[in-house]
């Protein structure tokens, strides 16, 4: 499918991931804990799958003859030791998180969520002593509720922004995109977006909508990255990043089965040490 200017699929992507996301949130409180937990379940073994189909890219015959036999997977393994240790040290995991917090506390004012403390203290002074006391332990079980939806906020976008970013779609279909090649990849993966948005909203709410967001941004640079390339990367390259960004859906279908809390956020550097750490072993052969 072509299109008259690049974007389109992008734009395309955020629409459903917006859909899905609303109709999750609009039927996600008619559904018991129990039943969001097992769709939190199947949607972690079905990032399993999809990590597993793109890991398998290792075995890529352009990779394979780029850098020799039996090199790929110590390209993949490099690439995760390099970006992890360059993610940690940047503190990325712990900065999106803070983001997503400050993203969740705005969003939570705008819906009129939970009073302040300064707040709700010179209304326990204003009402007397037993009063006081009755607010107080309100007020605290009001902001252990408003942790609570702290974290599933961050959690929510955390893992449906790396699910919806990370994925070979994601990067392949963007490409093609900037290309002029057609958005028939991002279309595919728009569909699948869809569906995984509501799943994912039904369980944490609205920090899945605002995924939508690094939907358009990661996305977005990556087709200006193949306007102004006009050319896709080598297939070894691709099926290095893809085998590598596999491996990170590894960690986040982990997170989302409550298995480890795989720092995905600090490996993500690894996704642009794959196609340099492979330029560089195919320039030293």
């Known amino acids: ?13 955020i629409v459903a991931v917006v859909a899905g996301a609303l109709l999750g949130m609009w039927v996600g409180h008619r559904i018991p804990e129990r039943t969001r937990s097992v769709v939190t379940d199947c949607l972690g073994l079905t990032t399993l799958l999809v990590a597993g189909l ?3 890219s290792v075995t890529d015959a352009a990779l394979r003859d780029a850098v020799g036999p039996g090199v790929p997977v110590l390209v993949v393994l490099g690439s995760l030791l390099i970006g992890s240790i360059t993610g940690s040290t940047l503190r990325i995991e712990e900065r999106l998180a803070g983001l997503a917090g400050i993203l ?4 939570a004012r705008r819906r009129g969520g ?4 300064a707040d709700t203290g010179t209304s326990a002074a204003a009402a007397g002593d ?14 252990a509720d408003a942790d609570a939806a702290r974290e599933r906020f961050i959690e929510g976008w955390l893992s449906a922004s790396l699910l919806f970013c990370v994925g070979p779609l994601a990067i392949l279909g963007s ?3 900037g290309l002029g090649r057609g958005i028939d990849q991002l279309t595919l993966k728009s569909v699948l977006d869809g569906f995984a948005a509501l799943a994912f909203a039904s369980s944490f709410g609205v920090g899945v909508l605002l995924s939508a967001v690094s939907v358009g941004v990661v996305q977005g640079l990556w087709t200006v990255l193949g306007v102004v390339l ?16 596999g491996l990170l859906l590894v960690g986040i279908g982990l997170r989302l089965l409550r298995i480890r809390d795989v720092p995905v956020g600090d490996m993500l550097p690894a996704l642009l040490f794959a196609p ?5 072993i195919i320039a030293l052969r």
Do not use: C, W, Y
């Open 1 to 13: 499918m072509h299109v008259a200017f690049p974007g389109l699929g992008t734009v395309i992507n």
């Open 130 to 143: 037993q009063t006081g006391t009755t607010d107080a332990v309100g007020d605290a079980e009001t902001h």
């Open 114 to 117: 939970p009073a302040t403390k």
């Open 54 to 56: 793109s890991t398998v």
């Open 230 to 245: 006009g050319s896709l990367l080598p297939d070894a390259h691709i099926a290095a990043l893809t085998a590598t960004g």
């Open 104 to 107: 969740h506390e705005r969003t």
């Open 276 to 280: 340099l750490l492979t330029q560089a």
């Open 175 to 177: 490409l093609s995109d």
